[in-house]
């Protein structure tokens, strides 16, 4: 019995591609399990899943989305349909809203939740099918889809049914590692090039120390992981990541956590046993940033001497209320310049993260924010456009006092240039406005200009450095 897993192609809007870890993880579970699988990543693929389904056969096809790419996950799950494989659909989007996805002809089950256990129990009951020479239609087995946790499904009649909720793994330890082995890992570019450049054949890999976040901000939808914070014992995630370093080649390596130091002892530990173990000698990035408010000096210290190169912070507001009231951001101005100090103190690049048109902004809260990355100065400036995703405190807020301009869910895309909601009070004009704004005022600096100039990526990566500079600094 063969497993293919597929992710769509995510076209952001960097020329950036990375691995796509939680894969890697239902990978390492179906063949901790005994079972044939493989990976098939539209960003990195020479050709279509339809020729990769005609060239070899799959029992059993399983994609992941977001909501951004959920259209383009329903194609695939059509493709795989027309070549005979049972398909099954998982990620944050179909956590949320599986109901959408099962009404559709193409979608056969859904897995809500984290999906380890729950896709090793469904292909095992496909397996049982196959082994007993059951030859019913799938809608059929109603019995044998019922007992499984996280799964939704549909019976012969088109009734769709949602098993109970399948509780987040307590133990990470107990998770086998990703199947980093099956990810063409040359094809995927390094993990930050607007810093570094674009290097199109590096050997980056992702881990993820941890899962779920404790915090609550408004924009975030933690469907998968949950809202309480479970980690990996320090010694698991250093066996993986000797494993990246010593037995895969990596050449660069990114912490996808959403909140890696939440446990700020953990943290230093895991730093220690980095520079212990001599793994030290390639670098890494947290790709998704770090709370402030558990940070210290010791930390980033510690950090540089572990191998880190940058770190992020998620600033997102300069303007107290905003910050506190409609972000819901729990830590202080004071704590955020704090821990900018402190990382380039210790010779960290840095990098921060702002949103731009929360429900209730105005021009002056705007400005704050700008104001605020020019005076934190990090290496890179990250701003963005307010997104409501499903299952946030923003999207029920939008829904309910605003009006959502997206018409179908490409169109919630969190690096889009345009402002997805019209909320009252707020000119969406003025967003993005203040949004081009303060793209230029932070770059269009002489020391910045100076430093792009004499980049060697601008010029090797001239026409998407020309396009990247008309898409942030130029009004349409």
């Known amino acids: 019995m063969k497993i293919l897993l597929v992710s769509p192609e995510a076209r952001v809007w960097n020329s950036r591609t990375h691995i796509h870890n939680g894969l890697g993880y239902l990978a390492g579970a179906l063949l901790n399990a005994g079972y044939v699988v493989d990976i098939f990543d539209g960003a990195v693929e020479e050709e279509s899943l339809a020729a990769r389904l005609t060239r070899q056969h799959f029992d059993v096809v399983g ?4 909501t951004p790419l959920i259209h383009d996950a329903w194609k695939y799950a059509r493709v795989a349909k027309e070549h005979g494989a049972i398909t099954i659909l998982g990620g944050p989007h179909l956590t949320l809203m599986p109901d959408e996805s099962m009404q559709r002809a193409e979608v056969d089950f859904v897995v809500r939740g984290e999906g380890e256990e729950t896709l090793v129990e469904f292909v095992k009951a496909v397996d049982e099918r196959r082994t007993t ?43 086998p590692f990703p199947a980093h082995h099956l990810f063409k890992i040359s094809r995927y570019t390094n993990l930050q090039p607007l810093t570094d450049g674009l290097d199109k054949h590096a050997r980056s890999y992702t881990i993820v120390t941890s899962r779920g976040c404790p915090y609550k901000c408004t924009y975030c939808s933690k469907p998968i992981t ?82 880190c190169k940058r770190v992020g912070f998620g ?31 210790a ?63 490409s169109e919630l895309a969190i690096q889009s240039d345009h402002a997805h909601f019209d909320f009252p009070g707020m000119d969406t004009q003025m967003v993005e406005r203040k949004w081009h704004e303060a793209y230029r005022r932070f770059y269009f600096r002489p020391q910045r200009l100076w430093k792009r100039a004499t980049s060697w990526d601008t010029w090797k990566n001239l026409p998407e450095r020309v396009r990247d500079a008309q898409r942030f600094f130029v009004e349409s």
Not at 63 to 66: F, K, T, Y
Request: charged share 30%; proline share 4%.
């Open 63 to 66: 994609i992941s989305a977001p």
């Open 315 to 345: 600033v997102e507001s300069g303007d107290e209320d905003i910050l506190k009231r409609v972000v819901k951001k729990s830590q202080t101005f004071a704590q955020v310049r704090a821990a900018f100090k402190n990382a380039k103190h």
């Open 347 to 409: 010779s960290l690049q840095t990098m921060g993260f702002f949103i731009y048109g929360m429900p209730g902004e105005t021009e002056a809260t705007m400005e704050k924010t700008t104001r605020l990355a020019l005076e934190l100065d990090p290496d890179l400036a990250h701003f963005m456009i307010a997104s409501p995703y499903p299952g946030t405190q923003l999207w029920d807020t939008v829904k309910r006092e605003g009006k959502l301009y997206a018409q179908n869910w």
């Open 133 to 175: 020479n059951d030859q019913e239609p799938i809608p059929n087995d109603e019995q044998r889809w019922s007992e499984i946790r996280g799964l939704s499904w549909k019976n012969a009649d088109g009734k769709i049914f949602h098993n109970l909720d399948r509780p987040l793994t307590p133990n990470l330890d107990a998770l």
């Open 226 to 307: 949950g809202d309480t914070w479970r980690a990996r014992s320090v010694d698991n995630v250093l066996r993986e990541w000797k494993m990246l370093v010593e037995d895969l080649g990596a050449t660069e390596i990114g912490v996808t956590d959403d909140i890696w130091n939440l446990d700020l002892e953990r943290a230093k530990e895991l730093c220690r046993g980095l520079i212990e173990m001599k793994l030290n000698r390639v670098p890494w990035i947290t790709i998704h940033g770090m709370k402030v408010n558990h940070t210290d000096a010791e930390l980033f210290q510690l950090m540089k001497r572990a191998g």
